[in-house]
Every structure is written in structure tokens, then in C-alpha cells.
């Protein structure tokens, strides 16, 4: 005989939900694959799986239900992910705050308290739509708050309700205009009837060894099912960030973002919020919230590439790099390459490089004020995610980094390869940067798109990495200096002699000096003869010109190298503000690849 279940505590209340998020889990790849609304960018599974993964492994978890409810309020505002993520991380508040009274809830209680946090999920957002997550779970509520006045069991409540939820998930088709014609149920109220399905199982079977609860991190399940939706997001990045500030309000920061985008979402409260917005302008979305507070994380993701990847891949070999490859975002698009941006910090504010702050900031900091700028390598995590998404929509991955002499970044991405299921990733270090490793980029996307294998793609790449260089002319040491990569006294007397730094990489991938110190013109006309030297004797395969706010002297040098060689470069383009805070501004160069 089963035994009734009278009262939710905490201890229940926590391992139900480690229930619903393991049968999230088995149904991540599903998700993602029906994920249409708002934007076919198919993570809608990563993303509430995420969330849910990260409230189920932060909650402290105590008998009593309002002080684990509260604990795992404050996992979800950290942990919350994407648009549904931030959705329901919204009902878990909304819940905590109907459970503060409360160690313990009987079933009338618990269904009041559903239904008061209905309405706090759906103030987060600019417009509600019919039809998605929060039409699920509005309805779920009313379903039981009916039968709680006549079953006070959760053992059989809780599945009488969940026919509800199915029913009102069937139904989204008929709301929204878009699911109908796309023929799929939202992704977002699937995923929360999912849940509620794996809390109705537990309720059954009363153990919790049932369930497989597998980290966040692993590799989605399944292959290449891809969205059904076809046409792009009509703003390009998913943008996400933390803001703190006392006098912050909902409706003001709502308001205040509208005119960048759409999909605006705004959870938590008390002066603390997590921001979801889809937005062509992510550098001015955080430039505002930054004026209206501290913010304390920021995420943007490509929704138009990842798109791509889910339903019209170039080839069955995906390319990911980090922001320190100076390939111009056209070439980015046309060949599909995915990029993780490494971070730029500066008086306790944090920026994503190329995304969140773009060259000419970084420049007029540099130039105007005594500001220092340090750099670090992209987070373990978002590797994982990337790789656990790119396995999902290639047959295989290769990932090129800038030089590991120079950058943590190789190391942490390898390492998350591994972690992700490192079967198909292969992760190179460049022994290069800059408009260098946008060329052996290129040279890969290019094979990639002709048809090339993979194991082509990789000998390629292993062929034309020793035939790569990149020389640089520096107006100033002092910003190598203040970067902390050359010595104080070296700055000082640069500066006293009016001399021009060159930097070069070397075949190990250390930057170093390129030979003497001078003027401005006499550093380009070495740089000139060191590259007529170099293809008299090898050949020109390909080459770029790289400058950091100078377009007129890159103009000028580009001229001078097309009539070296006969041809225009592939490219003239501001390197990046990673590279660009030690090389400073007025610096110009080229990258080439010798022919083999």
C-alpha cells in the first residue's frame, strides 16, 4: 500500500526537484531540437537544464521547506540560464516568498502558494506571450488548487494535476501562431511539464536511485536532430547580465531596455536583477546597466550562429576560436566560425572582448586616463557548454587558440574538451595571436567549407602553424608597460629616446622584440624588408594588415606590402581590445602564412 503523502518539508521539497531536473536532463536534447520560440537558437534543453542543475546542486537543504525554498531561490538567481531559465528561475522566487511562513505545507497551502507565484514569474517580462512556459504553469496552478479541495494527498494530487499540464501543453499550438505553423508544443512548457513529470515519478517510486543525475556539463544526449525553425532571430546576441543597485526597479530597467531589443526578461528583486534581453547592441546594453549600477556577470551568445549550427551547417566539421583571431565578422559569417570571447577587466568592472567593449573604448581609455586593463582566459564552463552544443551539431570540432605562451585560454579549452566527451574535439594551440591566427583560422574554414575532412582540416592546420608570423609596430612601450609585459625601466627609456618598439611572436609562441628600436619610419621600412625577405625566400601564401585605431597608417603599410608582393592583402582590420591594451594605439602590422 503506497504511502500517503500529507506535507511538502524541505527535504522533500529539494529532492523532488532533483527528480524534475534528472528527467529534464533525459529530455535536454529534445528540447533543443523543438526550440522555436522566441528564436529558433536551439539551447532552450542547455538552458533550463542548467538552471535547474544549478539550483538543485546550490540549495542548502534544511527540514524546514521556507529556508530550503529560500536557499534555492538564491542558487537560481545565480545559476538561471536563457529566457525559460530565467522564467522559472522567477517562479522559484515567487515560491520562496509563498513559503516564507511556512516550515512545513499541506496541500491547500501548497496550491495557494503555486498560484501567488504565477504572477511574480510573469511581471519578469516585457510582454507575456500565450502559449509558452508561463500559460503552463499558470494553469497547472488553477489544476491544483481545484483538486487540493477535495484531495489533500500529494501522492495522487500532484498526478491528477499533471493531465492538466499536458493538456494545457498540448494546447500551445492553438495559442501562438508561430508553434502551429512550425507544428511543435513550446520548448520552454515542454521542459517545465518534463519536470513536473520526473516529481510525479519520485512521488511513485519514493527513492531517488532511480534517477540519473548527470552533470550539467555532459555532452547533450542524441546527435543531429535539429530546430525546425528556419528563419533567423531578429536581433543577433542573447544578452545577460547581473545588475546590483539600490534604487533599481523592474518596471525601470524593462523600460529602460526596450529600445535595444526584445525578449526582455528582468527576475529577482530587493536591488538585485538578472537581465535577459535579445539585442543587435550588447556593448550598449551593458554601457547602460553599468550607468545604473554594478554589474556583476555578463553572457552574450551568437543566436544567429548557433541557428546555423542546428539547421544549415556548411560542414560536418565545426571551428571554434577565441576573440583574439582578427578575422573580420564578415568572414566569421560566411565561413560560420563560433568564437569564445576572453574577458577585459578594469577597476572592478569586467567587459567580454569584441562583444561587451569594442577597440575604440579601450583606446580612449588608454589614451585619456590611467586606467589599467588585465585580461584572462574564458571560463571552463562556457567551453564545456560550447563543445557539449558543437558536439550536438557536427561530427566533429576543432578548436584553435591563440598561443598558450601568451594565454591560459588553450589550456582551459582543452581540458573542458576533455571533460565535454573529448572523442571528436581536437583543440590546437596556434603558437600565434591576432591577425595570425585569423589567418590559419581562415586556411581551416576555408577546407572546411571545399569538403575537407577533418583529418585533412587538422594537417592542414599542423603544416601551415611553423609558416606563421606576425611582426608589429608599436608606437610606445608605455602601454606594454602598464599591461606588466615589459619592464618599467625599458618604458622609460623608450619614452626618453622617442623610440618605436617591433614585437614579433616566436616559432614557440612567445612574443619577443624584432630587431632595433626606432623611428616610425624606420620601423616600417624594416618591417617591409623583413617581409620581402621572408617571401623572396618562401613564398606568400597569405597575409593581413593589423592596427589598433591607426586606419591610415594600415592603409599606408598595406599599400607598401601590395607592391612587395603584387597582391592586396586578404584583410585590413582593428585588432582586438585583448591584444590591443598591450600594443596601445597607433600600432600597425601584418600576419602571413609562407607557402609549405
Same mark, same amino acid.
Given at each position: 500500500m503506497k504511502m500517503k503523502i500529507r506535507c511538502?518539508?524541505?527535504?522533500?521539497?529539494?529532492?523532488?526537484?532533483?527528480?524534475?531536473?534528472?528527467?529534464?536532463?533525459?529530455?535536454?536534447?529534445?528540447?533543443?531540437?523543438?526550440?522555436?520560440?522566441?528564436?529558433?537558437?536551439?539551447?532552450?534543453?542547455?538552458?533550463?537544464?542548467?538552471?535547474?542543475?544549478?539550483?538543485?546542486e546550490g540549495t542548502r537543504v534544511s527540514r524546514s521547506l521556507a529556508e530550503t525554498a529560500s536557499s534555492m531561490a538564491e542558487a537560481a538567481f545565480s545559476g538561471a540560464r536563457g529566457n525559460s531559465g530565467i522564467i522559472f528561475c522567477q517562479y522559484i522566487?515567487?515560491?520562496?516568498?509563498?513559503?516564507?511562513?511556512?516550515?512545513?505545507?499541506?496541500?491547500?497551502?501548497?496550491?495557494?502558494?503555486?498560484?501567488?507565484?504565477?504572477?511574480?514569474?510573469?511581471?519578469?517580462?516585457?510582454?507575456?506571450?500565450?502559449?509558452?512556459?508561463?500559460?503552463?504553469?499558470?494553469?497547472?496552478?488553477?489544476?491544483?488548487?481545484r483538486i487540493s479541495e477535495t484531495e489533500t494527498d500529494f501522492a495522487v494530487l500532484l498526478p491528477l494535476s499533471l493531465e492538466d499540464a499536458r493538456k494545457s501543453l498540448r494546447e500551445t499550438p492553438a495559442r501562438m501562431d508561430l508553434l502551429a505553423r512550425e507544428k511543435v508544443v513550446d520548448a520552454g512548457a515542454q521542459g517545465f511539464v518534463d519536470f513536473l513529470e520526473g516529481v510525479v515519478e519520485f512521488l511513485g517510486r519514493g527513492s531517488l536511485r532511480h534517477f540519473s543525475l548527470r552533470s550539467t556539463t555532459a555532452a547533450p544526449a542524441g546527435s543531429h536532430e535539429h530546430s525546425h525553425g528556419d528563419e533567423m532571430p531578429p536581433f543577433r546576441y542573447c544578452t545577460e547580465a547581473v545588475l546590483h543597485g539600490e534604487r533599481l526597479s523592474r518596471p525601470g530597467l524593462i523600460g529602460g531596455l526596450s529600445r535595444y531589443g526584445d525578449s526582455i526578461v528582468?527576475?529577482?528583486?530587493?536591488?538585485?536583477?538578472?537581465?535577459?534581453?535579445?539585442?543587435?547592441?550588447?556593448?550598449?546594453?551593458?554601457?547602460?546597466?553599468?550607468?545604473?549600477?554594478?554589474?556583476?556577470?555578463?553572457?552574450?551568445?551568437?543566436?544567429?550562429?548557433?541557428?546555423?549550427?542546428?539547421?544549415?551547417?556548411?560542414?560536418?566539421?565545426?571551428?571554434?576560436?577565441?576573440?583574439?583571431?582578427?578575422?573580420?565578422?564578415?568572414?566569421?559569417?560566411?565561413?560560420?566560425?563560433?568564437?569564445?570571447?576572453?574577458?577585459?577587466?578594469?577597476?572592478?568592472?569586467?567587459?567580454?572582448?569584441?562583444?561587451?567593449?569594442?577597440?575604440?573604448?579601450i583606446y580612449t581609455a588608454l589614451r585619456e586616463t590611467g586606467r589599467t586593463f588585465t585580461t584572462s582566459q574564458p571560463a571552463f564552463g562556457e567551453f564545456v557548454k560550447r563543445y557539449s552544443f558543437l558536439?550536438?551539431?557536427?561530427?566533429?570540432?576543432?578548436?584553435?587558440?591563440?598561443?598558450?605562451?601568451?594565454?591560459?585560454?588553450?589550456?582551459?579549452?582543452?581540458?573542458?574538451?576533455?571533460?565535454?566527451?573529448?572523442?571528436?574535439?581536437?583543440?590546437?594551440?596556434?603558437?600565434?595571436?591576432?591577425?595570425?591566427?585569423?589567418?590559419?583560422?581562415?586556411?581551416?574554414?576555408? #577546407? *572546411?567549407?571545399?569538403?575537407?575532412? &577533418?583529418?585533412?582540416?587538422? $594537417?592542414?592546420?599542423?603544416?601551415?602553424? +611553423?609558416?606563421?608570423? =606576425?611582426?608589429?609596430?608599436?608606437n610606445s612601450l608605455r602601454y606594454l608597460v602598464r599591461g606588466g609585459r615589459a619592464g618599467a625601466m625599458a618604458g622609460f627609456v623608450g619614452t626618453m629616446l622617442n623610440l618605436f618598439p617591433m614585437i614579433t611572436v616566436d616559432p614557440e609562441g612567445k612574443a619577443c622584440g624584432f630587431g632595433r628600436p626606432g623611428s616610425e619610419r624606420s620601423n616600417r621600412k624594416k618591417m617591409l624588408d623583413e617581409f620581402k625577405r621572408l617571401?623572396?625566400?618562401?613564398?606568400?601564401?597569405?597575409?593581413?594588415?593589423?592596427?589598433?585605431?591607426?586606419?591610415?597608417?594600415?592603409?599606408?603599410? #598595406? *599599400?607598401?606590402?601590395?607592391?612587395? &608582393?603584387?597582391?592586396?592583402? $586578404?584583410?585590413?582590420?582593428?585588432?582586438? +581590445?585583448?591584444?590591443? =591594451?598591450?600594443?596601445?594605439?597607433?600600432?600597425?602590422?601584418?600576419?602571413?602564412?609562407?607557402?609549405?
Open positions: 511538502i518539508d524541505g527535504e522533500r521539497y529539494r529532492n523532488a526537484f532533483l527528480a524534475g531536473t534528472a528527467a529534464l536532463e533525459r529530455r535536454r536534447e529534445h528540447l533543443n531540437s523543438i526550440n522555436v520560440f522566441p528564436v529558433p537558437d536551439g539551447d532552450t534543453g542547455d538552458n533550463m537544464v542548467f538552471t535547474c542543475r544549478s539550483i538543485a522566487h515567487g515560491l520562496a516568498r509563498a513559503f516564507g511562513p511556512y516550515p512545513r505545507v499541506d496541500a491547500p497551502a501548497f496550491a495557494e502558494s503555486l498560484l501567488s507565484a504565477v504572477p511574480f514569474a510573469e511581471e519578469a517580462l516585457h510582454r507575456p506571450v500565450e502559449g509558452t512556459i508561463l500559460t503552463v504553469m499558470r494553469e497547472w496552478s488553477h489544476a491544483v488548487r528582468v527576475g529577482g528583486g530587493g536591488g538585485r536583477f538578472r537581465v535577459h534581453v535579445h539585442t543587435d547592441r550588447p556593448a550598449e546594453v551593458m554601457d547602460r546597466l553599468s550607468g545604473m549600477g554594478r554589474v556583476s556577470f555578463q553572457k552574450v551568445d551568437d543566436m544567429k550562429r548557433q541557428v546555423e549550427a542546428r539547421n544549415s551547417p556548411l560542414s560536418t566539421v565545426g571551428l571554434l576560436t577565441d576573440s583574439c583571431c582578427d578575422l573580420p565578422q564578415e568572414l566569421l559569417d560566411r565561413y560560420q566560425v563560433h568564437t569564445v570571447p576572453l574577458t577585459v577587466s578594469s577597476g572592478g568592472w569586467e567587459y567580454l572582448d569584441k562583444l561587451t567593449l569594442k577597440p575604440g573604448e558536439k550536438s551539431c557536427y561530427d566533429s570540432v576543432i578548436s584553435l587558440h591563440l598561443s598558450s605562451a601568451l594565454s591560459g585560454t588553450w589550456s582551459v579549452s582543452r581540458k573542458a574538451a576533455d571533460h565535454a566527451g573529448g572523442e571528436g574535439i581536437h583543440v590546437l594551440d596556434s603558437k600565434n595571436l591576432s591577425g595570425a591566427l585569423g589567418l590559419l583560422v581562415l586556411k581551416a574554414a576555408e #577546407a *572546411a567549407a571545399a569538403g575537407k575532412s &577533418c583529418p585533412e582540416i587538422l $594537417e592542414i592546420l599542423r603544416s601551415a602553424i +611553423p609558416r606563421t608570423r =606576425i611582426f608589429a609596430g608599436l617571401t623572396d625566400r618562401h613564398g606568400l601564401e597569405k597575409y593581413s594588415v593589423l592596427h589598433a585605431d591607426a586606419p591610415g597608417t594600415a592603409e599606408e603599410l #598595406a *599599400a607598401d606590402l601590395e607592391e612587395a &608582393c603584387g597582391r592586396a592583402p $586578404e584583410y585590413t582590420m582593428e585588432i582586438s +581590445p585583448v591584444v590591443g =591594451i598591450n600594443t596601445g594605439p597607433g600600432s600597425a602590422g601584418f600576419a602571413l602564412i609562407l607557402e609549405d
